[in-house]
């Protein structure tokens, strides 16, 4: 077992980087060889046997000793050591530097594929702020025990599960539920660990920590959801049994009846499979650089595979059909005496100092109908957990919940709940509004649907692949965001449990299931997925790391288009297959017949490699007609 373990560790040396070295230099002796120029004692082919021929024959043995295992370079390994025992230097030469060529372009796919996506996990906070009476210490997050009173300062991710002592603030919590508007939070109320604190310093208790944390709980999900997801297994090899045996056979009936060895060592080196190797990893880095020109970096290797069996995809709502970004939806006064459009625009007056996000919202909203926020702005007051208080032109403006209004005397607010309610139904937040001392009526925000959705789901249809939402809205919200973009099945109040537990079912029912989603709380549904999409804008870290593919600039409209890709990438493969075993099977007659030698046969699956490489290469600029957009492409301005 060490001699293996050895071996295993030459064979890892130098990685992608020695492999090229070797590949360069191997063809520049090959050529040497062809020309027959002569320049060392021995066959300069051989440069090539020992520096891509050796590295196979070594995996073979490997393969074969620790399991087993049959595989491609079996073969290429005998037809490399009868190449030799024959004489037949350059044939084993080049056989053995197509096979690497091969080998190295597997490699390359994986790292091109992962090229974009850097950025490492973190799900915790390194440290937390742990408060001894009147002292602070910062300490390791998992030093923290339950018990501990804890600081968390303003745009601080929350360290551990807990409930708030003293002070008010508001917590993004998208990371956890996908919800995209913050949720205020006061004593009494309770965070989780990973949720991000808007504004406002507060105090917290631990309440669970290290393992039992909420965002460990999600590690251990995103784990358990991960095993399991198989691998992708190159083509060449899963049939490399059957190749091996039926060359072997060949090969010996070809000496038996001749009598001439270099048959059957022909047939044994036109049976290597070196377009058949090539036929999976041209084609998918081909289909790679096209899904990069639309927006996509493909994170696994078998991602465009898996991605082509899909009968639905399951889309999260918050950050994917949604930009994750609330604005202005609704803007009702309570009063005759004060138009809609004033009081939104002393709405955006009293929120304009506001570091709020839903405060930040209102005034992005009101800008973006042209019109001008007030800026004779004074006595401006923020109340953390409530809202703002301002003088607006002359006017005192409230602008909150329904706890600030309370807090400043007025306490008949029947007239605005009755308003909020629908919006509140709708899946909206309200702001509660009072001018100079009454009140004078709401705005309700919502997150934003993004343009694309519709289009992209029924392109989606064309293509013959169900949607379905799943978000941890509650239903009235959901099935109105379904209803927009025309997707008919919906689940709502989804925790992140429910979303795997879903994916699991369908794919028992032997549906394969594509997730796309932008949150953390999405993550086990995305590794549990048969292939999933993160949104690369928006998404969380976490999103990215489980996904197989990333959605960098969050077009959802391109998200038919690599689906189809996936279809013709995997036609295209076929395709590659179909022709590889044709001409292998049409030369394997030849050196039968003594037509080819072991050279010629070499050459003649060079001819099959450049014939399926140039296949490949066609998926770089392809595009369905069907369901192609107007629009350029998102990486470039050239139309695909």
Not at 84 to 90: K, L, Q, T
Not at 140 to 154: H, I, K, S
Not at 393 to 410: D, F, P, S, Y
């Amino acid at each position: 077992m060490d001699i293996i373990h050895r071996l295993e560790t030459v064979l890892e040396w130098g990685g992608t980087r020695r492999n090229i070295i070797f590949l360069c230099i191997s063809g520049i002796f090959l050529a040497v060889s062809f020309f027959d120029l002569h320049p060392f004692p021995f066959d300069a082919a051989w440069i090539a046997i020992v520096f891509c021929g050796l590295p196979i024959i070594l995996e073979a043995v490997l393969g074969l000793a620790t399991a087993f295992d049959i595989k491609a370079d079996v073969l290429v390994s005998l037809a490399l050591v009868a190449s030799v025992i024959i004489g037949e230097d350059f044939a084993a030469g080049e056989v053995a530097f197509i096979m690497q060529i091969g080998a190295l372009l597997e490699d390359l796919t994986v790292a091109k594929a992962r090229a974009g996506i850097e950025k490492l996990v973190r799900l915790t906070p390194q440290t937390a702020r742990v408060v001894q009476g009147q002292n602070e210490n910062i300490i390791p997050a998992n030093q923290v025990v339950v018990g501990d009173m804890l600081r968390v300062l303003p745009g601080e991710t929350v360290p551990v599960d807990g409930i708030i002592r003293e002070g008010e603030t508001s917590i993004n919590q998208a990371v956890m539920t996908g919800e995209s508007l913050p949720v205020d939070k006061t004593a009494g109320d309770e965070v989780v660990s990973g949720t991000v604190n808007q504004f406002g310093a507060f105090i917290m208790e631990a309440t669970r920590v290290g393992e039992d944390s909420s965002i460990q709980r999600m590690v251990r999900l995103v784990r358990s959801a991960d095993a399991g997801k198989a691998k992708i297994v190159r083509l060449a090899d899963r049939w490399a049994t059957w190749i091996v045996v039926i060359a072997l056979t060949s090969a010996a009936l070809a000496w038996l009846v001749t009598g001439e060895v270099i048959r059957a060592v022909t047939i044994l080196v036109v049976f290597c499979p070196c377009a058949l190797v090539l036929a999976t990893p041209t084609a998918i880095m081909a289909a790679i650089g096209n899904a990069t020109r639309h927006g996509f970096l493909v994170r696994e290797g078998d991602a465009l595979e898996r991605l082509s069996q899909i009968g639905r995809c399951a889309f999260d709502k918050t950050g994917t059909l949604t930009s994750g970004t609330p604005r202005v939806v609704a803007v009702k006064s309570l009063t005759d005496d004060l138009e809609d459009d004033e009081l939104y625009r002393l709405a955006a007056g009293a929120e304009l100092l506001s570091e709020h996000p839903l405060g930040k919202a209102v005034v992005r909203s009101f800008r973006k109908n042209g019109k001008a926020v007030p800026e004779k702005i004074e006595e401006f007051h923020m109340i953390p957990g409530r809202g703002v208080s301002a003088r607006v032109e002359g006017h005192m403006v409230m602008a909150g919940n329904l706890k600030l209004l309370r807090a400043q005397g007025i306490s008949d607010v029947t007239a605005l709940t009755d308003i909020a309610v629908s919006h509140l139904k709708n899946g909206c937040t309200v702001i509660h509004c009072a001018v100079d001392g009454k009140p004078a009526g709401c705005i309700a925000l919502a997150d934003t649907l993004r343009e694309d959705g519709p289009g992209m789901v029924g392109r989606l249809r064309r293509l013959k692949v169900a949607t379905v939402l799943l978000t941890g809205d509650h239903e009235t919200a959901a099935r109105q965001i379904a209803g927009q973009v025309g997707i008919d099945v919906v689940r709502a109040s989804c925790l992140p449990e429910d979303k795997l537990h879903y994916i699991e079912a369908s794919q028992k029912d032997g549906i394969r299931v594509c997730m796309i989603g932008d949150g953390i709380n999405d993550a086990p549904a995305l590794k549990k997925a048969h292939v999933s999409i993160a949104m690369g804008g928006v998404g969380s870290d976490i999103a990215v790391d489980a996904a197989d593919i990333a959605l960098v600039h969050d077009e959802i409209r391109e998200i038919p288009h690599l689906v189809a890709l996936a279809r013709r990438t995997m036609l295209t493969i076929k395709c590659n297959l179909a022709f590889s075993m044709g001409l292998n099977f049409v030369a394997i007659i030849l050196a039968m017949t003594g037509v080819l030698n072991p050279v010629i046969g070499a050459l003649v699956h060079n001819a099959g490699s450049v014939v399926v490489i140039i296949n490949s290469a066609l998926l770089l600029h392809w595009r369905r007609q069907d369901i192609a957009l107007k629009k350029p492409s998102i990486l470039t301005s050239s139309p695909a």
